[in-house]
């Protein structure tokens, strides 16, 4: 059967969704559901889940971030957003990075089935077919599989531009990867790997670059020594930024000050 997860913070919309769908109609089951965005996103990581719906709006957790999140790491999951709110350009964005539907609530039972209908036939034509034994089966031999790259690449851009405002607004402090990951809702790995491929930078790289950039600003002001400069954009030890400030523009702190002088 397709695997199916739920996610809403309002209860009766759970159960509801749970119980009111035919989903054995549609060779689909509901494998688990969840109150909000982070528990949601815990519970596909580890059910892996061929149909996901989900509130848009929730706490702990931007939905569209979510549904960007769940696109770009996991390429075949089909996801519908359930939301109260009427707003064409965030349904706009949504079926950018590969929603398949975006229902709004109160939603009637020809939406549910019409969106379940959608997700279980893209999946069919993507060589995805329900495997009776649990799971899903794998690709027949004689159905090619066809892959949307470029809602995963929308999907993907999506995240790293969210990861790098997320970077500018905390280089200040000892920021990890993880931190990061953490909020863009994706794994360290997943994150790492998109910022390779949008920018071919590591995140260290990009972490560094941003960190000179801002101390390049500063050191237009003579009265801050660059010891303060480096303390100031988040190096631990002059050293280490030192090195990093020459490596990056090709000259010490001290020459760029007075280049700019």
């Known amino acids: 059967m397709y695997k ?3 996610i809403d913070d309002e209860p009766i919309i759970v159960t ?5 769908v035919p989903w054995e109609k549609y060779d689909c089951e509901v494998a688990g559901t969840a109150a909000d965005g982070q528990e949601g996103l815990e519970l596909i990581r580890q059910l892996r889940p061929d149909l996901v719906f989900s509130d848009i709006y929730m706490p702990r957790m931007d939905g569209l971030l979510m549904a960007a999140a769940l696109k770009s790491e996991f390429e075949d999951m089909e996801l519908t957003i359930l939301t109260g709110y009427r707003d064409f350009e965030l ?3 949504a079926l950018r990075l590969g929603v398949t539907r975006f229902i709004l609530k109160p939603s009637n039972m020809d939406e549910l089935e019409e969106a379940v209908e959608a997700m279980t036939g893209k999946l069919r034509k993507k060589g995805i077919y329900p495997d ?3 799971g899903t089966a794998p690709e ?3 159905v090619q599989s066809v892959k949307g790259a470029e809602p995963q690449e929308a999907a993907g851009s999506f995240i790293v531009n969210n990861a790098l405002a ?5 280089y200040n402090h000892k920021i990890t990867l993880k931190e990061v990951a953490d909020n863009t809702y994706v794994s360290q790995w997943h994150l790492s790997k998109l910022l390779n491929r949008h920018t071919g930078k590591s995140f260290s790289e990009l972490l560094n670059t941003i960190r000179v950039e801002a ?3 500063l050191l237009r002001d003579p009265a801050l020594r660059v010891g303060d400069v480096a303390d100031e954009v988040g190096f631990l030890d002059l050293a280490h930024f030192s090195r990093v400030f020459k490596k990056i523009t090709g000259m010490s702190a001290h020459e760029y000050r007075n280049q700019m002088k």
């Open 16 to 20: 509801g969704l749970t119980k009111l």
């Open 91 to 93: 349904v706009q964005q």
């Open 132 to 134: 009776k034994s649990g």
């Open 140 to 142: 027949p031999p004689d």
């Open 4 to 6: 199916v997860v739920i």
């Open 166 to 170: 997320f970077i500018r607004e905390n």
């Open 215 to 217: 101390a390049k600003e």
